[in-house]
């Protein structure tokens, strides 16, 4: 019998096994490549229990007391990279706690009263998730403070703006720097509710059904830092939602990302000039001297490929899934451990391209002016001065711009006679608000991209991120 045991390959479960697992069967089987990642979590889950057994005389002091200090053991043989992760343990669980018998023998199989792996590592997830958007929050908050400051020193930098990828009307540099600072902080908004959302411990659930032992699930919670138990053992062990959902918000985010990846893109291409890298946030290549690479905001746009590959995989895992745990469940951490760091990176690098970006002033200017781009002020002062309906001051200023288009010339450079042609009643004034300088200066409606706008904006970002550091 005690042959049978030891030829079973596994001391955690091997009991009524006869031989070891076939080699590709531990190999499909095992997670400790990846979900190493979760020592701390566990460890500290792990804890949390031990103590509870104790408090609760599930298990004696002394035991408890060994079970703490050897897993304290643990965790720093772990962080001093001296513990050796062995695969026929399978995955972070079993890694720990035969270490731990090792170390103090007897009490360590204590531990696993009243719990199970499922409730185990969908505890250690939580946690995990829930320690990795405070990462991200805290990137997201450094990038915000990037953008804002640049959106403050460039506040009434004229630039074009796009719709159609055409020239549309005159914006500010700062104005348009600010749109990030406002989609990252609905990012940051994702992830917190993402966050509050997940933060319910499973500890307890054990392995789908609760248990007989008189725990005391507050009390792990409440050691954990989770808002309380999840009410329902079923579910404790069985959704993945939170990961889908924290999955969902990284997309959302590298999205943005990658849309003001592109942008830098474009914008410092030889052919627009609008914007500069320094050597910094630059490659050169192996054939083209003459060559600057924005590698680094192609990278970000591509990186949503990954994040997005993770939250579909999960999706896709997930789908159809009977309650409770499944081992397809396990699927759950490669991609997202991945896609966590994919997003970090992502960040760091535009955080760093936006301290480093320079606005050619001059070109943004003169390409601001291009394409009739104050057409719409034109419009406008028609509809003010003149009371035109903005319909017809539309298809006045629309015969206006065919004579400037005619004649190769930028509409404030038009002369009055060849608008007053299409229009007697338009007098001199008009050139008030032709010039780019004016337009932006013009658009103080709420949210708008006059410069004293931008200033005041981008100053209540910066307070605000000041004040949240504390
Ligand atoms: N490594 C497993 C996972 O990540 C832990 C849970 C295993 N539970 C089980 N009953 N086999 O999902």
Known sequence: MAKKTKNSGNKMWGGRFASAPDAIMQKINASIDFDWHLYRQDIAASKAHAEMLAKQGIIGADDARKIIHGLDTILSEIGSGKFK?????????????????????????????????????????????????????ALLGDYQQALAEKALKYADIVMPGFTHLQTAQPVTFGHHLLAYVEMAARDRGRFADAQSRLNDSPLGAAALAGTSFPIDREMTADALDFDGPMRNSLD??????????????????????????????????????????????????SIMPQKRNPDAAELVRAKVGRIMGAMNAMMIVMKGLPLAYQKDMQEDKEGTIEAFNALALSI?????????????????????????????????????????PFREAHHVTGRIVAKASDKGIELHKLPLADMQAVEPKITKAVFDVLSVDRSVQSRVSFGGTAPKNVKAAAQKWLKRIEKERG
């Open 236 to 285: 404790a062990v069985s959704d993945r939602d939170f990961v889908m959902e924290s999955l969902a918000a990284a997309s959302i985010a590298s999205v943005h990302l990658s849309r003001f990846a592109e942008e830098i893109v474009i914008w410092t291409s030889p052919l627009v000039g609008l914007v500069k890298l320094s050597d910094k946030f630059t490659t050169g290549s």
């Open 348 to 388: 760091d690098a535009m955080t760093g391209m936006v301290g480093d970006m320079e606005p050619d002033v001059e070109k943004m200017r003169a390409a601001a002016g291009m394409g009739y781009s104050t057409a719409t002020d034109l419009a406008d002062w028609l509809v003010r001065t003149l009371k035109m």
């Open 85 to 137: 992760f062995k695969r026929e343990l399978e995955d972070i669980h079993m890694n720990v706690e035969s270490r731990l018998a090792e170390l103090i023998g007897p009490a360590a199989g204590r531990l696993h009263t009243a719990r199970s792996r499922n409730d185990q590592v969908a505890t250690d997830f939580r946690l995990w998730v829930r320690d990795r958007i405070d990462d991200i929050y």
